[in-house]
């Protein structure tokens, strides 16, 4: 996790050097965000600066950021609340904007 055993893959690095954020092209062109530019993420715990990747891969209204990258940990902007029992984070959800940098 945030890369331990990821970031020792060089094509794996090759492919993707640095955190990101997906947005949803109708979203993108709303927000006025053109592929590869640099936004800011942020939710009421926190913010990241990512490079913002418009595809259609993730859904309207839906943001995606990788939990792999430690120098842009996406865990700043989500809930640290863990499962009582089982002590693992719960899903990584939570509300979130993307502002221009």
Same mark, same amino acid.
């Given at each position: *996790? =945030?890369? =331990?055993?990821? /970031? /020792?893959?060089? =094509?794996?690095? +090759?492919? #993707? ?8 092209? #109708? $979203?993108?062109? /709303?927000? +006025?965000?053109? &592929? +590869?530019?640099? !936004?800011?993420v942020y939710s009421r715990r926190g913010e990241l600066a990512l %490079?913002?990747?418009? =595809? $259609? /891969?993730?859904?309207?209204? @839906?943001?995606?950021?990788?939990? *792999?990258?430690?120098?842009?940990? #996406?865990? !700043?902007? @989500? &809930?640290? !609340? !863990? $499962?009582?029992?089982? %002590?693992?984070?719960?899903? %990584?959800?939570? #509300?979130?904007?993307?502002? %221009?940098?």
């Amino acid at each position: *996790h =945030t890369g =331990t055993m990821t /970031r /020792r893959s060089e =094509t794996l690095e +090759g492919e #993707a050097p640095e955190s990101f954020v997906e947005v949803n092209p #109708a $979203d993108a062109e /709303r927000m +006025g965000i053109a &592929n +590869g530019e640099k !936004v800011k993420v942020y939710s009421r715990r926190g913010e990241l600066a990512l %490079k913002a990747v418009v =595809t $259609d /891969r993730v859904p309207l209204n @839906t943001l995606f950021i990788p939990f *792999h990258f430690a120098e842009a940990a #996406a865990n !700043v902007l @989500t &809930n640290p !609340v !863990v $499962d009582p029992v089982a %002590k693992i984070p719960e899903y %990584k959800v939570c #509300a979130a904007a993307v502002g %221009k940098l």
